[in-house]
């Protein structure tokens, strides 16, 4: 089968003529989804004091959003599927939308967390079907380009989220970080109410599996808040076990199920494609990575620097310029240099700058590996993003998508855990050991990762 990622063949002639325009709405939609989890950690020591919050709350201002939303994405991605991306994208910004002015006018714990679920919610809905939208408006090269475009708005938003949080809580205050959503949600909602087609889904459509659904809905987030969880209490604790063990066992009944399902979920064998398969697993990889340079680079600026949150974010400006530049001139080489070279190549590059800071702990070595790292990362989000996608059948692209940004919240959760626990010698004392183990481990793991992308991932294909 000829793989669509390489096919450098124009457009058809039914392509929608406001596509590129639809991108940029959905792409500013999707940004916001990335930003709230960074720009949310900036803001946190204002929000626990004006709100009086236990540590437990503080924790859960960022679990809560990102355990809802990793959680149920893959349910957003088939609802799409069988109701219509449009639809479910409208539903999404509006529940995201109408959280956020919720969250931010917050005067309790409860009524933050609550807010912050309900955004979640949203976010789960809108991120897959977004997605699912931009690969079917979009084919061949112009796929290819519009998922760098895609994937260089994700990749930076982490670093953006850091100089935005800055901005907004040391100006107006905190409950801007929220407030910020509104205005802009309502513009992107109603754009796309005018400029997304209107495409009919095949009949007669199958009814939800309602069972299935919870099943991979509650293992994905009992798995995403162990993962979450063993970053804080430990890897080898009874609860985190648990917790894996009622994932795992929640992940085996859904499999059972689908296979008896009369109208299941998802086709199980989506999985087991090599494309699909390699895709989740670079997607995973390109998060963890992204994550770790935004872990260990913030707090090595404000913990060991004592550099406040506005200096902090404008050192990360580089960083997402960076990531941007990568996602996009990967974007627009995958067709003609092919996934496995650009795959391996990110993940040396991410290599090469996590060992920057490992070798040379000065503020201008971190700010410089962070950069080389995040270009690294950004091709590597646009080579998972066309290898997972670039073979879905339309009926497909929802449930694809959701599963593609399942794992980028499973990578996500594992980053922030697994480099957590690294650096905590570092979060506690004046040493700089934590930050310093936690950059080699990043090199190691990119290192190991590019080595299993060059067997895994798959090479080009011959057009035609």
Not at 368 to 375: F, H, P
Not at 408 to 413: D, T
Request: aromatic fraction near 6%; hydrophobic fraction near 55%; charged fraction near 10%.
């Amino acid at each position: 089968m000829t793989q669509q990622i390489h096919d450098p063949s124009a457009h058809s002639g039914s392509a929608h003529p406001r596509r590129w325009r639809i991108l940029a709405f959905l792409g500013v939609a999707q940004l916001m989804l990335i930003l709230d989890v960074t720009v949310v950690a900036i803001a946190l020591p204002h929000i626990e004091t004006d709100l009086s919050l236990s540590r437990q709350a503080v924790t859960w201002t960022v679990t809560a959003y990102t355990l809802t939303f990793g959680g149920l994405m893959v349910l957003g991605g088939r609802i799409a599927d069988l109701i219509g991306a449009r639809r479910v994208v409208l539903a999404g910004l509006l529940i995201f939308t109408a959280a956020s002015l919720v969250t931010g006018l917050s005067d309790s714990a409860g009524m933050l967390l609550g807010g912050r679920i309900a955004q979640g919610l949203g976010a789960a809905l809108l991120s897959p079907s977004a997605l699912s939208l931009v690969v079917s408006l979009f084919d061949g090269d112009e796929r290819n380009r519009a998922l760098g475009v895609w994937s260089a708005l994700g990749g930076g938003g982490a670093a953006l989220g850091v100089l935005l949080g800055g901005l907004l809580t040391a100006g107006p205050g905190w409950p801007w970080v929220f407030y910020v959503n509104v205005p802009i949600g309502l513009v992107i909602i109603t754009a796309l109410a005018r400029m997304l087609p209107h495409r009919g889904v095949a009949a007669p459509r199958p009814r939800l599996d309602v069972l299935g659904a919870l099943l991979v809905t509650a293992s994905s987030g009992a798995l995403i808040y162990a993962i979450t969880r063993a970053g804080d209490h430990g890897w080898f604790t009874a609860t985190t076990g648990w917790l894996v063990l009622a994932a795992g066992i929640g992940y085996l009944a859904f499999v059972t199920r689908q296979k008896s399902a009369r109208s299941p979920l998802m086709d199980l064998a989506l999985l087991a494609r090599r494309p699909v398969a390699t895709g989740t697993f670079l997607i995973l990889m390109a998060t963890a990575l992204m994550i770790a340079v935004f872990f260990l680079g913030t707090f090595y600026f404000q913990h060991a620097q004592g550099f406040g949150a506005l200096q902090t974010g404008l050192l990360f400006l580089p960083v997402a310029v960076a990531t941007m530049l990568g996602a996009n001139l990967t974007g627009r080489a995958i067709a003609t240099a092919g996934p496995r070279r650009l795959g391996v190549a990110g993940l040396l590059t991410a290599a090469i700058g996590m060992a920057v800071p490992a070798l040379s702990m000065h503020p201008a070595t971190v700010v410089v590996g962070m950069a080389i790292a995040g270009a690294g990362t950004g091709a590597i989000f646009v080579v998972a993003s066309a290898t997972a996608l670039g073979q879905v059948a339309p009926h497909e692209a929802g449930i694809a998508s959701g599963i593609v940004s399942t794992f980028h919240e499973f990578g996500a959760s594992i980053g922030a855990a697994v480099i957590s626990s690294v650096a905590a010698a570092s979060l506690i004392t004046d040493t700089l050991s934590g930050f310093t183990n936690g950059f080699i481990l990043a090199a190691i793991a990119a290192t190991v990762a590019a080595a299993a992308a060059a067997v895994l991932t798959p090479g080009r294909a011959s057009t035609g």
